[in-house]
């Protein structure tokens, strides 16, 4: 059974920092790339950066470039998503989701799915 469980969600005051993780389980991890997501109340889900498992490629988002760093663990089929400078347009629910092959932000693309995990910044 396919399973990714994020972690590490709060509440932070602007300019402060959190890591998120995605622990990643039933699939061959280094086969896939795994990217995280938000989504804001009435706003649609929004592609924030992604890793490939195999290269270590990684993409950003405009809006998290130089704030926003993604990393993976392969032992531990687990990927961070360390967040410094935190605003408060940062505050959505977090999901991590897995696609096969190559990375991307297209969120259409992605065959799983975890539960989410809520970042809320305050001003």
């Known amino acids: 059974e396919v399973q990714l469980v994020e972690s590490g969600g709060g509440l932070v005051q602007a300019g402060g920092s959190l890591r998120l993780s995605c622990a990643a389980s039933g699939f061959t991890f280094d086969d896939y790339a795994i990217g995280w997501f938000r989504q804001a109340p009435g706003k649609e889900r929004e592609g924030v950066s992604c890793i490939s498992s195999s290269d270590g490629s990684t993409y950003y988002a405009d809006s998290v470039k130089g704030r926003f760093t993604i990393s993976s663990d392969n032992a531990k089929n687990t990927v961070y998503l360390q967040m410094n400078s935190l605003k408060p347009e940062d505050t959505a629910v977090y999901y991590c989701?897995?696609?096969?092959?190559?990375?991307?932000?297209?969120?259409?693309?992605?065959?799983?799915w975890g539960q989410g995990t809520q970042v809320t910044v305050s001003s």
């Open positions: 989701a897995a696609v096969e092959g190559l990375s991307t932000l297209k969120g259409y693309e992605y065959d799983y």
